[in-house]
């Protein structure tokens, strides 16, 4: 397993795609034909809940249907993992995101995070984003990782693919095959509010895993080979 650094995450938390019921789900939603299938056959396009999570303050259970507009919230040691459009999303646990709707039901033109940790894969599409406390990404068809830490303080990795980035005024555009990471600081005078990191709390697996729901495969999957560990973005040519 491909891994990068762990702050403030437990391994378990990062090893989800391994569980043998998460597996089995993946497999059985490729098989019956992803979401669009799903909707024709008013199935849930929730793949895979553990653990306790409320829809719109109520209790949520995997035979439900998640809709743009919806507001989701993850208990301890929950793990939600669900499709809406041509994104998927899986949420880690204690997180508070709201998915707002773009311009049908099945879009989301907004990732609206309180708290928490998200993976997320998005098809090609516009006018979309997702918004942290200190950090907004402009998301053009790309793999994601993004997590909000305790002080506010908000950590955005791409993954893969082209994001424009903004944090309090600065703005900046990523352009990654293998993981371009940032951190979005507290505002403080004299300092930078968009600065390097390195990729952390996520593993190419779950990437992986995300990608083949919504018919897509990773930049490193599709070249064959991984990239540096160092949060550039680029393969080491």
């Known amino acids: ?10 391994e378990k938390e990062i090893l989800w795609f391994q ?7 993946a497999a059985a939603w490729v098989a019956m034909g992803g979401l669009p299938a799903a909707l024709a056959q008013q199935r849930s396009n929730i793949v895979q809940l553990t653990g306790d999570a409320t829809v719109n303050g109520r209790p949520l ?13 993850t208990g301890p040691g929950s793990n939600l993992i669900f499709v809406i459009g041509n994104s998927a999303f899986q949420v880690r646990q204690n997180s508070n995101i709201t998915v707002e709707r773009g311009s049908t039901l099945n879009a989301v033109s907004l990732l609206r995070m309180i708290t928490g940790a998200v ?13 942290m406390p200190t950090l907004t990404a402009g998301i053009r068809g790309t793999g994601v990782y993004s997590e909000i830490f ?9 993954c893969y693919g082209t994001v424009d980035l903004e944090s309090q005024g600065q703005k900046t555009v990523s352009r990654s095959v293998y993981h371009q990471a940032f951190w979005g600081e507290v505002e403080a005078p004299n300092v930078s509010t968009l600065t390097p990191a390195r990729p952390i709390n996520h593993s190419d697996e779950e990437l992986e ?25 680029t393969m080491g040519y």
């Open 19 to 25: 569980r043998r019921d998460a597996l089995k789900a």
């Open 1 to 10: 397993m491909t891994q990068h650094l762990l702050q403030g995450r437990t």
């Open 150 to 158: 305790p002080n506010q303080r908000s950590y955005f990795c791409n």
């Open 209 to 233: 895993f995300l990608a083949q729901l919504v018919g897509q495969r990773t930049t490193w999957q599709i070249a064959g080979r991984k990239g540096t560990k160092d949060g550039s973005g």
């Open 61 to 73: 259970n995997a035979q439900q249907t998640i809709i743009t507009g919806d507001q989701l919230q």
């Open 119 to 131: 993976v997320s894969v998005w098809g090609k599409g516009s006018s979309r984003a997702i918004i």
